[in-house]
């Protein structure tokens, strides 16, 4: 049971963090306005809110790596 509750967990904080690449690659972003109730608004945000900042720790440890390079032919 508790192996199905953090595998769940994972996979929600991926889809953030894949919603929080989306939203920097292309500008699109979920209208959280939309959310009548207060505190599933805060929930859904708070939500993206940890994609982002997954998003961040990956990004700066690509940087910090020698693994990675930054393409110039964009």
Sequence with gaps: MLGRVF???VDAV?????VAGVRRSSG???QTELITDDTMRSVAERYLGVGETIL???Q?????????????RR
């Design 7 to 9: 595998h769940y967990a």
């Design 14 to 18: 991926l889809i953030s963090t894949v």
């Design 60 to 72: 700066g440890t690509a940087v910090n790596s020698h693994y990675f390079k930054r393409d110039t």
């Design 28 to 30: 699109f972003t979920p």
């Design 56 to 58: 961040d720790m990956i």
